[in-house]
């Protein structure tokens, strides 16, 4: 009987254990996980503000540079350089070189990326922009990094594009730093300083993450930090704490997703297996011992006083892992009145636990988020759910700050509801960066539209001249051409040709302006009928080149029916007019993706395009062909196609081979309708 109830005991004991450590386990990776997420926008924040140097004040120096890193410098714990990357035209590489020798950098030059030697000087490579990293700071232990080219190195121009093209913050993937000495993983993180460069942050993953770490209670956890964004398994691997070991039991086990500058890493927590079994093991075997060696009531006194002795220990074990978060802790009971307040929340508040037990904790909210809180919290109980709040709480100085509250139910040894325990998380800084960042949309919306209604009525009020000069120019010719002398007739004709040039400009600026202000509603639409209408436009462009036109069936998408043909024609007619000495063929198809989208192709085979104009071209006004070469068109015919399908949701690219031909793509939602087939 008695060894029965020991072994009783053990077991009690062992499971009092293990929910104890069960219920801190949560809260503690959590606490640590917002620390590294904070960690991360800090960083962002520091990278932004030497972006602003560059965006406000133009040209800044090397001393200045220096001086304004400097300021950041103490608080940037984690972080092995800030630097500054200047975009580089091809003109202008020797004397960028020049000026930094200038500076006091003896030997600066550009290094491309070799893959096979590394970072080396090459006279011979050519590119039409560079990005070299021109400032660093602190100089010491990063002189490596001077003067390499990041957009010669894949992971590194991959993020430098991301970051370029959509003009927020952009993260590499797992990367070796130039300066690395030892074998940590680095990751470099982009912020645009408008068309000037970018602002890099350069980070060794191992001392990013060990430096929040080592502020917190980690004692028995070990993390596994994975990049999901990295196509390549094995470049997924960020961080392991050291003696990492995997094989953990589930229940000892927490993730996080963690945005980092557009890439997603997953934050892995695990206890230890010895951590496990030092915390939940030797307390049964006490008792156990204890239990063996006594007899009868004696026995039973103790097995009571032991469990008794445990739940005290668990208490008083989640109590000072409460004290030691970094976030507010509290309880609340059955009948929804706070019980306990951690030792955060009553320094923040600047006043004692026994005055805000109860429901006084809610004199603590702003008075316009009490009703709301109330409210919500009320609603919460009722249903016994998880739940989360956002309010401002006052602090001791009687300034409001905005905390993320988290609760989770708490429940009896028979399941029974019996409360919550809730962390509150300061988000002050995160929600103000989120209203300013919503601020500057609506202006730059703003921007946006009284741009596009500057450049249609500064087109639109062009037409008039443009015709009056055309038509002038035309009865001057053919009125007094046989009076005229050759050089004469040679200029007029050359100022009717720049009239018709200037004219088929504004109209397609017209276009470009009008995409977005008169688009009609997006509706299901048969890309087949839009195809048709804009081959039937460019019948005689088909017939004078003696191009073979040929097109798959097309899905139903949705669009709006005129761009889909305006975008439709814009593509064929750039196949017919750049095509090569062969007979155009241009073939258009689609294909399904996932997630309901489609993806048209217009295929040709004409001169083709060089790689490094892939993104160029669908900028206003890139032409890549003089007007002396071929019948250029405007440089706004591609630009009127991203546009399109910017405004359809979709994206637009081209693959090409030089001499071979060229294949645009752009990607659409398609409509739950079956297509017919409509012939050309």
């Known amino acids: ?73 103490p608080d940037l714990s984690g972080t092995q350089a800030l630097e500054w990357v200047p975009a580089v035209p091809h003109s202008d590489r020797d004397s960028v070189e020049q000026s930094a020798r200038q500076d006091g950098l003896e030997g600066f030059s550009f290094q491309q990326w070799q893959p096979a030697g590394g970072w080396q000087r090459n006279p011979e490579d050519w590119a039409e922009e560079y990005f070299p990293v021109y400032y660093v700071y602190p100089t010491a232990g990063n002189e490596q990094a001077l003067g390499i080219d990041l957009a010669s190195q894949p992971t590194r121009n991959a993020a430098l594009r991301r970051c370029r093209e959509t003009s927020k913050a952009a993260a590499t993937g797992r990367i070796a730093l130039a300066q690395e000495t030892g074998s940590q993983a680095g990751f470099l993180l982009f912020i645009p300083a408008g068309d000037r460069g970018f602002a890099v942050g350069v980070f060794r993953v191992g001392d990013f993450v060990n ?68 915390e939940v093991g ?25 469990l008794r002795r445990s739940a005290e220990e668990s208490e008083k074990r989640f109590r000072s892992l409460a004290n030691a978060a970094a976030a507010m802790v509290w309880v609340t009971e059955l009948d929804s009145s706070c019980s306990w307040l951690n030792k955060q929340w009553l320094d923040y508040s600047g006043k004692p636990l026994s005055q805000q037990l109860g429901y006084g904790w809610l004199e603590t909210v702003h008075p316009d988020d ?142 470009f302006s009008r995409i977005n202000r008169q688009g009609k509603e997006l509706v299901p639409t048969d890309a087949n009928i839009s195809l048709n209408e804009a081959l039937d436009g460019l019948e005689v462009a088909i017939a004078e080149a003696g191009a073979e036109v040929s097109h798959d069936p097309l899905p139903y998408v949705i669009a709006d029916a005129s761009q889909l043909t305006m975008l439709f024609q814009n593509l064929v007619s750039n196949a017919i007019r750049y095509r090569s000495e062969k007979r155009p063929s241009v073939h258009i198809g689609a294909r399904e993706l996932p997630g309901g989208m489609a993806e048209i192709f217009v295929q040709d085979n004409g001169i083709g395009i060089e790689p490094q104009y892939y993104d160029q071209i669908f900028e206003i006004f890139k032409r890549l062909h003089g007007r002396q070469e071929r019948e250029a068109g405007t440089g706004i015919g591609l630009a009127n196609c991203k546009r399109i399908v910017d405004r359809l949701g979709g994206s637009i690219r081209v693959d090409s081979n030089p001499g071979e031909g060229s294949t645009f793509s752009f990607t659409i939602n398609k409509a739950n309708i079956e297509s017919e087939v409509v012939s050309a």
Request: net charge negative; hydrophobic share 40%; with cysteine.
């Open 211 to 278: 430096s929040v770490l080592a502020g917190r209670d980690v004692t028995g956890l070990q993390l596994r930090v994975t990049d999901l964004s990295a196509q390549d398994e094995d470049e997924q691997l960020l961080y392991e704490s050291e003696g990492y070991t995997s094989n953990i039991d589930p229940r000892w086990q927490e993730e996080f997703l963690l945005d980092v500058g557009g890439r997603r890493w997953n934050l892995n927590w695990s206890y230890r297996p010895e951590y496990v079994a030092s």
């Open 282 to 306: 030797w307390d049964a075997w006490i008792v156990m011992l204890i239990g063996a060696m006594l007899s009868g009531l004696v026995g039973i006194a103790l097995q009571q006083h032991v």
């Open 1 to 73: 009987m008695l060894l029965a109830i020991t072994c009783l005991a053990a077991w009690k004991v062992r499971q009092s254990n293990v929910e104890g450590l069960e219920s801190t386990f949560t809260a503690r990776t959590q606490n640590v996980s917002n620390g590294l997420r904070e960690n991360v926008l800090f960083h962002e924040k520091a990278v932004q503000a030497m972006a602003n140097l560059f965006e406000v004040h133009g040209d800044v120096s090397r001393a200045q540079f220096a001086t304004a890193a400097a300021r950041h410098a």
């Open 370 to 511: 009490r009703d709301r809180v109330k409210s919500e919290y009320q609603k919460a109980f009722d249903s016994q759910a998880d739940f989360d709040l956002e309010y401002r709480l006052r602090r001791h100085d009687g300034a409001y700050r905005w905390f993320t509250a988290n609760a989770a139910t708490r429940h009896d040894g028979a399941g029974r509801f019996i409360g919550y325990v809730g962390m509150s998380f300061d988000n002050h800084e995160a929600k103000q960066s989120r209203a300013e960042l919503e601020r500057h949309a609506r202006e730059l919306e703003i921007a946006n539209t009284e741009l596009e209604q500057f450049a249609y009525v500064a087109s639109h009020d062009l037409q008039e001249p443009l015709r009056k000069i055309t038509a002038y120019a035309e009865i001057v010719r053919e009125d007094n051409g046989e009076q005229l002398d050759e050089e004469t007739r040679r200029n007029l004709g050359v100022v009717i040709n720049g009239a018709h040039r200037l004219s088929r400009l504004v109209k397609d600026l017209l276009t």
